[in-house]
């Protein structure tokens, strides 16, 4: 039987060796790997690193999948896995992105919230002396962080074909998505309100934080139009849903995007 590759990192791992560690676990040729850990800058029991093609070290040891020896700011372990193991995914390109920036200290200005360097962090406060756990427990954590990166590719290419709409209170934007709202995008575009509808049915529309928007009436009209439907109306009228993951409507509306977006326009 073949012996299992080796994955080797550092001590305390920090993001971009997790990172590294899970690439090649997911898209890469160690799915069972071992892995292993020393301290920052070693190799796995000294040996020259990439000396032993089933032995990967990643983050340390001066190697292919190390970027300590260069200053170059879009270099990091992860981006030169992700190179050699899944260099066209476009996901994954942007998850990487942020990694190497992160390990650059490319932080915007603004108030910080509690992110993944802060989750990471706490496991290894929380197993200081076990970093395989640290690994593990990150796995999962990553996969869904690229899961994330699929579906706002996904919802971006919905975006090419919006409907564009003006509305009381500004532009609009109405867009047909696989996975749900995402009004990010539409925002950032100029949009004070943007609308859905998703591949199963649930449809919404959502305005700016600080926009003067007011739902209300849209909402009356939905009441009487599609009244067998699940529609709420948010306290602030900013928001209005029928069918979300978190409360999946009873009776689904039966209205297509383009009739709810007159609606809006009707107000």
Not at 7 to 12: A, E, P, Q
Not at 111 to 125: C, E, H, K, R, S
Not at 228 to 256: E, F, I, M, V
Request: a negative charge.
């Amino acid at each position: 039987m073949e012996t299992p590759l080796t994955i080797v990192g550092h001590l305390s791992p920090d993001l971009d060796c997790l990172t590294a560690i899970w690439l090649l676990m997911r898209f890469g040729p160690a799915k069972d790997a071992d892995l292993q850990f020393v301290p920052a800058g070693r190799t796995w029991q000294d040996q020259p690193v990439d000396s032993d093609p089933r032995v990967i070290h990643v983050d340390t040891g001066g190697g292919r999948f190390d970027h300590h020896h260069t200053s170059d700011p879009t270099l990091s372990a992860a981006e030169l896995v992700r190179r050699v193991v899944a260099p066209d995914d476009e996901a994954l390109r942007r998850l990487v992105d942020q990694v190497t920036r992160i390990d650059h200290a490319e932080y915007r200005p603004g108030q910080v919230f509690f992110n993944i360097t802060d989750l990471i962090a706490g496991y290894n406060a929380l197993y200081p002396n076990r970093p395989h756990h640290v690994a593990q427990a990150m796995l999962a954590n990553l996969d869904a962080w690229y899961e994330h990166e699929v579906r706002q590719l996904r919802f971006e290419q919905a975006f090419q074909n919006r409907l564009e709409f003006e509305t009381p209170w500004g532009l609009g934007i109405a867009v047909h998505t696989t996975d749900g709202g995402s009004s990010r995008l539409a925002f950032n575009y100029g949009a004070v309100l943007f609308a859905y509808r998703d591949r199963r049915g649930y449809m919404g529309v959502t305005a700016q934080r600080r926009s003067n928007v007011d739902l209300a009436p849209v909402y009356e009209t939905l009441r009487q139009c599609d009244s067998q439907a699940d529609w709420y109306l948010h306290p602030s009228h900013r928001l209005l849903l029928c069918g979300t993951p978190k409360s999946p409507p009873r009776h689904a509306s039966r209205l297509s995007l383009e009739e709810l977006v007159e609606i809006i326009r009707r107000r």
